[in-house]
């Protein structure tokens, strides 16, 4: 297929750049995935489309505030997005003061390359690019400061709270005044550098009326890298490949998603990053096992999904994975005339946006 075959025409201003006041408050369109009939709710009728015995899947990652301003020793501005942890290659000598090494986007690109140093904070945190990736990200090594305390990773992690900033996707021009509201309210397991925006719309409030209808609401970790945000180079989109992200299947979530296979339940998926989890490990049966490791799955029409029945999603860029994704189960032609009726219903898209869900 062409990448073209999945572009829209999307309005600017309906690029939501700041979140909704209240998190349930946000559109809902459905779309029946056989028909391509579409229906209009609001995220808190959710549980009224929910089913005793339905299995619902969320991604519990927490977003790392990933993103660093500091500058060149040359006193210019630098901008760096921790992506995944990299170590050192195998017999590079260990650096003194204690060092965490990652890779990284970096900007300027020009002004970022091997060698360069570069200092955040008052000092305390200071970093040397080490190395450049394949696809031309850097990696940086970080040295934390004598006296700083930041000798292992969950103290490097408390500094990078202290001075890190939300990596938020470049089509978000405003600043977030509450960076809790880039989190979703039962994240957990830090170690993303985006949110698994689809879970957005949940508040704790109607995640316990969603468990009191005897929905099994399980969880999975993906932690997601700007990687998922990659445009789609290749004209051929058989011929796009995927970056790796590093997931965790539970055994009490594995139990409950074959429950529900078992008793013809359905297994409903919240955002990309949980069906991709799934149908990674799924057997031909839907089953699922625990585990956890790497994904590269590149799910697009023509797919046969083994795990989920159902997603909960948002509306994605024009030509990504994820519209590629979300075409696979509800079809092209019904995803791009559901996302004309949005545009025409002046849905908000992207992360801080209205959902959708295919059933």
Not at 136 to 145: E, L, S, Y
Request: aromatic fraction near 8%.
């Amino acid at each position: 297929m062409q990448k073209s075959d999945f572009h829209f025409d999307l309005p600017e201003e309906l690029i939501a750049q700041t979140p909704i006041e209240r998190r349930e408050q946000s559109r809902l369109l459905c779309i029946d995935r056989s028909s391509g009939e579409l229906e209009h709710r609001h995220f808190f009728e959710l549980p009224d489309l929910l089913r005793e015995g339905d299995c619902l899947v969320l991604n519990d990652s927490r977003v790392m505030p990933a993103r660093l301003l500091g500058k060149r020793e040359t006193g210019g501005a630098a901008e760096i997005v921790l992506l995944q942890e990299a170590p050192d290659p195998a017999g590079t000598d260990a650096p003194t003061p204690p060092s965490i090494q990652w890779e990284c986007l970096v900007r300027p690109g020009k002004k970022i390359r091997v060698g360069t140093k570069l200092t955040f904070g008052d000092g305390e945190l200071t970093a040397t690019v080490t190395g450049e990736t394949d696809g031309g990200n850097r990696r940086i090594r970080f040295d934390c400061a004598p006296g700083s305390g930041a000798t292992t990773g969950g103290e490097f992690s408390e500094m990078l709270e202290r001075l890190g900033k939300m990596p938020l996707p470049p089509y978000i021009h405003e600043e977030l005044k509450d960076n809790e509201r880039y989190q979703t309210v039962y994240s957990r397991a830090t170690g993303s550098a985006a949110a698994p925006t689809a879970g957005l719309h949940f508040t704790q409030g109607l995640l316990d009326e969603i468990s009191a209808r005897g929905v099994n609401i399980s969880y999975v970790t993906l932690h997601v890298g700007l990687g998922t945000f990659r445009p789609v180079k290749a004209k051929q989109i058989e011929n796009h490949k995927m970056h790796a992200e590093y997931f965790i299947i539970p055994e009490e979530t594995a139990t409950a998603v074959n429950a529900a296979k078992a008793n013809n339940k359905r297994v409903i998926a919240v955002g990309t990053t949980s069906c991709r989890t799934l149908e990674s490990c799924a057997d031909g049966a839907g089953r699922v096992s625990p585990f956890s490791g790497f994904t590269e799955i590149f799910i697009y029409p023509g797919y046969k999904f083994k795990c989920i029945d159902s997603l909960i999603t948002n509306f994605h860029l024009p030509e990504s994975t994820l519209i590629m994704l979300v075409s696979a189960l509800a079809g092209r032609e019904n995803i791009l005339a559901a996302y004309n009726e949005a545009i025409k219903k002046r849905y908000r898209f992207f992360s801080f946006g209205d959902a959708m869900m295919i059933r």
